[in-house]
């Protein structure tokens, strides 16, 4: 086999196929090499060394002449070699003839017991081998058991820490709705009860009327009253005329939505987020104007905030920064991506799935 791939590659190098004839002979040195057979592996060296220079390869033609001159030296000592040990061979044997057959059974028994020795020897490592291995794989196994209880511990723990942040957020909204009820039935009430008592020009008259309106805003800002009446849109376009006033800061808001129906959880996650990331920019990216657009696009809604301030670089941002967002965005499994760069503004798309379930009130 290994002659006849030798014969081929030959063949293909003298035909002009030199790559494939190349390729024939490296397969067939291998297999010489692996095998031993140093006259084949001789002329392989040979023919290597021609098909390279042919290509004009000489630092391999030069590699492959080397080594052809260096096994033909190997063989020609091996023979030389050869000949030396079969004098001694046959000058040894004339003197040990009778030795030999002496000895011949005290081999066989030496044999035997090496071969018994050697069965014992193969029993035990064959039993070695087995517990090392059942070792491995008891060791194995508990290690998955632990990583497996580990990610299970892991899964609870971000599951219950979820679950608080969750009852937080509830607990503020419904803290935020208590406050507002409260600002409106009875200070809001007594607020207006003084404002109708007092005559119109009296003094103190601007002033009450100054504390119903911070009251009315103060309860706005707690719950939007027409996030849960008119839903998301109208919300955040009262958002965005408050904001304005009170930032002085061009807000610009359009949407492009089928349905303002969603469900009470979704748009109130929606209407904070928005609040979060336009008082982050008035805030920090010192913006000329803001631009807050929601759309939506198959099963997402998605809201996106847009400043021209000073951006930042996002390989400074610290790991905390935006946890807010992160928190409110993963409560409702949604998603957001951030892109900035310094002086050039920032741009925030947070997507939301849709969930019909609890919808708030049609618009009237």
């Not at 002659?3 to 390729?23: F, T």
């Not at 030396?84 to 081999?107: C, D, G, W």
């Not at 376009?237 to 808001?253: K, L, Q, S, V």
Request: proline letters at 3%; hydrophobic letters at 40%; aromatic letters at 6%.
């Amino acid at each position: 086999m290994v002659s006849q791939l030798a014969s081929l590659g030959s063949i293909l190098c003298r035909e002009g196929k030199l790559r494939q004839g190349l390729d024939t002979l490296h397969l067939a040195l291998s297999m010489a090499e692996e095998q031993d057979f140093l006259p084949i592996t001789t002329n392989i060296y040979a023919a290597l060394q021609a098909a390279y220079q042919d290509q004009n390869d000489y630092a391999n033609a030069l590699l492959y002449q080397e080594r052809l001159q260096l096994a033909q030296s190997y063989l020609l000592n091996k023979e030389k070699i050869n000949r030396i040990s079969e004098l001694e061979v046959k000058f040894e044997t004339a003197q040990k003839e009778k030795a030999l057959i002496e000895q011949e059974r005290e081999n066989l028994k030496k044999s035997r017991q090496l071969a018994q020795n050697q069965r014992t020897i193969t029993f035990l490592l064959s039993g070695l081998i087995l517990f090392g291995l059942l070792g491995i794989l008891w060791v194995q196994r508990q290690q998955n058991l632990r990583l497996e209880a580990d990610r299970e511990m892991e899964k609870l723990q971000q599951e219950k820490e979820w679950e608080q942040l969750r009852s937080f957020f509830r607990g503020q909204e419904e803290e935020r709705k208590r406050i507002a009820n409260d600002l409106h039935d009875s200070l809001g009430g007594m607020l207006y009860a003084l404002r109708l008592k007092l005559p119109t020009e009296a003094p103190g008259t601007s002033l009450v009327q100054q504390a119903i309106e911070e009251n009315r805003r103060i309860i706005h800002d707690l719950l939007p009253p027409s996030l849960t009446h008119a839903g998301l849109i109208e919300a955040l376009d009262e958002w965005c005329g408050t904001f304005e006033a009170n930032w002085n800061i061009p807000i610009y808001f359009d949407e492009e939505i089928s349905s303002d129906h969603h469900s009470l959880t979704l748009e109130l996650a929606a209407y904070r987020i928005a609040q979060e990331l336009t008082h982050n920019a008035a805030k920090h990216a010192e913006p000329t104007e803001i631009r807050l657009s929601l759309f939506e696009h198959e099963s997402e809604l998605i809201l996106k905030v847009t400043d021209n301030g000073k951006g930042f670089d996002m390989s400074e941002v610290k790991i905390d920064a935006f946890k807010t967002l992160n928190s409110r965005t993963h409560l409702v499994n949604g998603r957001y991506v951030i892109q900035s760069e310094p002086t050039k503004g920032t741009s925030v798309e947070v997507f939301l799935p849709k969930d019909r379930q609890h919808t708030t009130p049609a618009k009237a």
